[in-house]
């Protein structure tokens, strides 16, 4: 009777479906159920037993209030009509249900939540002679022995006392972009004719604010919007979700979920460790319980993407530590990773230059008409290194440059005679054809993600810039094998620290990683085939290439911004051998800071004052070398009894 794609479980031959999964069902079952209900009277229930012949309408505990929840009562029926009636209300050792999941509507938000009850069961191997465990003393004496109890909604270890969370408190209050839905429409994962979910939104506001500037977004949270919109959309943002959630299986199946919503693509971010103090609270689960009572996950950018890959199948893209980007459209994938490392963006960020004109006592030129539109379109100018196409230009220009009765081939002309600068855009298209080298490049090194098509956008800039496909592949595969040339190398090395963004010394490349862009196109290249050897590389704060041939050392530490930041965790690429080795630290300090800032840095001089004297004192080796955290805390505090 039931097809596959309705809700239910199929036991014995009946389907059993929950009423609210109900309309979804075929129109076979739900003539079944109503003729059932209508001989019912007001029996009340929520879960509807139906085969060809017989029917019958349950009453079982609240869903949402019971892990494994119990028949209260039973009302069947025979194949003439004949009701028959059953309360169990009064009995120790009723029926009860498993795999409640099952019988609900595959998009109902408590979807989640049930399925990590049944999925650690499976892996305990609990279900085994299923047709033992259809009462509650069986179910709960099976439980018992595999050291696990049943707490409410909740399946939990025999020892464990019951820890009430309240997620609904970990909510904030934004008056702009959050950091991920910043990052998507930074790096063009969010475009203006996309639509976004945000799964989890809480208060809303990522929502509000990108309505606010004519992006389509809508949102649904289960304590702040439960109301909301659940539905699938281009992009779905997952933003500090799944680190609020102590339960691990339940972690997987909302990610899971918000997969299901994402035609295109997902951002999921969570929080990582070393930002926040976790002084007073309290270890639970594979977190901690605050004083008020939230629970937080701190995740390591490894154990993120390792999570992401084994629920989605996608290799994710990191775009900030804490988050990362997966994709079913992997044209999107390739336009957010060209984004990603590209210098170019910076020129979209220059100022617009005011030309000086003559006075037209005349009609309005178009550039006095739409001076606004044509703004927009240099600053789309400055990011592709040349005039954009019109399906290139964001649709809320193209509109405002119809109603204004101007196509867009004279908004283009004037914008090239009125508006364009040559300086700035041949510094746009260098920077532009030097991100599609490095894009290029890395795309041919061993281990890189090998992809079918290539975007439009990127064709376009390829026939532009180089003028065929062949071209662009064979600057790439020449930049790409001069990373093997020691003497290329030592010379973009020197050309890195000319820039100010780096320093070069001992033979050692150093700079910090948000200023990778900023850097020759060798560096940018040898830094990318780090990343691929070593998924969320990119994530490390500081980065030094040197002084061994090929070899990549990424720093993560607590507090980078401190003067002497304390080193969690340290990656080693021998890119060779396309191998990583990655360590933990608990009291190393990263020395001599300064080596790694640029030398504009607002406390750039602050800090060559402070390493300059730790070297002086002795304390530090030129290489960096020094005592722990605890050793120089104990020298400092016997300076300071002196």
């Not at 159920?33 to 017989?54: I, M, P, T």
């Not at 069986?138 to 019951?162: F, Q």
């Not at 530090?620 to 300071?640: D, H, M, W």
């Amino acid at each position: 009777m039931a097809k596959k794609s309705e809700p239910g479980k199929r036991v014995g031959g009946f389907l059993y479906v929950h009423k609210d999964a109900l309309p979804l069902a075929s129109e076979e079952v739900r003539q079944a159920v109503a003729r059932a209900e209508e001989l019912a009277g007001g029996f009340e229930w929520n879960v509807a037993k139906v085969s060809d012949k017989r029917q019958s309408l349950l009453l079982y505990e609240d869903f949402s209030a019971s892990a494994f929840p119990a028949l209260l009562k039973a009302i069947s029926f025979d194949e003439d009509g004949r009701p028959t009636v059953t309360d169990y209300t009064g009995r120790d050792n009723p029926p009860i249900l498993h795999r409640k999941e099952t019988l609900i509507a595959p998009d109902d938000p408590r979807q989640p939540a049930f399925s990590a009850i049944t999925r650690r069961a499976e892996e305990l191997g609990l279900f085994k002679d299923s047709n033992r465990i259809g009462t509650r003393k069986a179910w709960y004496a099976r439980l018992e022995a595999a050291g696990l109890k049943v707490d409410g909604p909740r399946l939990v270890s025999g020892g464990d006392a019951a820890v009430e969370v309240a997620r609904e408190r970990t909510a904030i209050s934004r008056t702009a972009l959050s950091q991920p839905v910043s990052l998507m429409v930074r790096f063009g994962m969010l475009q203006g004719e996309f639509e976004l979910f945000d799964y989890g939104c809480g208060r809303g506001d990522d929502v509000a604010i990108l309505q606010a500037n004519g992006y389509a977004a809508f949102g649904w949270d289960p304590n702040h919007r439960p109301d909301g919109e659940r539905r699938p959309a281009d992009v779905v943002n997952l933003g500090f979700v799944i680190n609020v959630i102590e339960d691990p299986h339940e972690r997987e199946e909302t990610l899971r979920a918000a997969w299901s919503y994402a035609r295109r693509g997902m951002a999921v971010s969570v929080m990582v460790p070393g930002k926040y103090s976790v002084d007073g609270h309290v270890p639970v689960s594979d977190g901690f319980l605050s004083r008020r009572q939230t629970f937080q996950k701190y995740f390591s950018q490894d154990e993120l993407s390792a999570l992401v890959r084994k629920v989605t199948g996608e290799r994710p893209l990191p775009l900030a530590p804490g988050i990362v980007a997966v994709f079913r459209d992997k044209e999107l994938e390739q336009q957010v990773s060209f984004r990603r490392r590209s210098r170019s963006t910076i020129y979209a960020r220059l100022q617009v230059p005011e030309k000086e004109r003559p006075e037209r006592p005349q009609a309005l030129t178009v550039v006095q008409r739409a001076r606004e539109e044509l703004e927009a379109i240099w600053q789309t100018a400055l990011q592709f290194g040349r005039l954009p196409r019109e399906e290139e230009i964001e649709p809320e220009v193209r509109e405002a440059l119809r109603a204004k009765n101007i196509s867009l081939g004279r908004a283009l002309a004037a914008c090239a005679q009125e508006i364009a600068d040559p300086g700035q855009i041949r510094m746009a298209a260098e920077a532009r054809r030097e991100d599609l080298l490095v894009h290029f490049a890395l795309s041919l090194f061993p281990g890189a993600v090998r992809y079918k098509t290539l975007p439009a956008s990127i064709q376009r800039d390829v026939r532009a810039l180089f003028g065929s496909h062949s071209a662009v592949i064979e600057a790439a595969t020449a930049q790409l094998k001069s990373i093997r040339d020691r003497e290329a190398l030592q010379a973009a090395y020197a050309a890195a620290a000319e820039t100010g963004y780096a320093s070069f010394e001992d033979g050692t490349l150093r700079f910090m990683a948000e200023n990778l862009e900023q850097l020759p196109v060798k560096v940018r290249i040898v830094a990318g085939c780090a990343e691929i050897v070593h998924e969320g590389f990119s994530s490390f704060d500081f980065i030094e290439v040197g002084p061994d041939h090929g070899v990549v050392k990424g720093y993560q530490c607590d507090a980078p911004d401190s003067a002497l930041p304390l080193i969690k965790s340290t990656v080693e690429v021998n890119l060779g051998r396309s191998i990583s080795r990655m360590r933990t630290h608990s009291d190393h300090v990263l020395y001599l800071k300064s080596r790694f800032m640029p030398r504009g840095h607002p406390g750039y001089d602050k800090q060559a004052a402070a390493d300059a004297k730790l070297l002086s004192l002795g304390l530090v080796t030129r290489l960096g070398a020094g005592p722990t955290a605890r050793e120089f805390s104990s020298v400092i505090s016997k300076a300071r009894v002196k």
